[in-house]
């Protein structure tokens, strides 16, 4: 497995980009995505020199059937902010209501996140509270990282390094 982070500034700047590959130890299960995904996302985070002041992860946070994916999971075991952010909603609900974004998620009654569009008219992607994350800052922290891409910047572009890697295995 390939897992690649890349930290960028308030600018939007890169300033570290780093890779880690590591063998699978846990097969693909429905629902279980963090015991095959984050030790790729440990090392990443062992490699690299800068410590990130939050992590978004390419996965879900609370918004999870058993209130903990990928992104609450690294959070935990990692000590570091996270929020999950996918492009499909595993769980809950958001409505549009004919109004402009973000939208609330629903689950079990509460928001565990907000479905947000990258530009008008594109298919919305998930934003969910990982870690040590509450709703508002969750929202003020990725809002910004959405620069024409579906997902935040740092998340398009470390999957470009993870499929760039990957090519060159």
Known sequence: MVSAIVVVDRSLETVE????????S???????LSYREAPGIAASLREL????????????????????????HVGV?????????TRRLLCGRFSTDGKEGPWP???????????VASRKGSRPVFVALGHLMDLKRSLEMTLPLFTG???PLPLAEAHRVCT?????L
């Not at 992590?55 to 990928?70: A, D, E, K, S, T």
């Not at 998620?105 to 479905?115: Q, S």
């Open 17 to 24: 980009t780093v890779t880690a590959t590591v063998p699978i």
């Open 26 to 32: 846990f097969p693909y299960v429905p629902g279980l």
């Open 49 to 72: 020199d800068t410590r990130p002041d939050v992590l978004l992860v390419n996965g879900c946070g609370i918004n999870h059937f058993q209130g903990v994916g990928l992104a609450s």
């Open 77 to 85: 075991k990692e000590d570091i902010p996270t929020i999950g952010v």
């Open 105 to 115: 998620i629903h689950y079990k009654d509460r928001i565990v996140g907000n479905a």
């Open 149 to 151: 891409t579906r997902l």
């Open 164 to 168: 760039l890697k990957k090519k060159s």
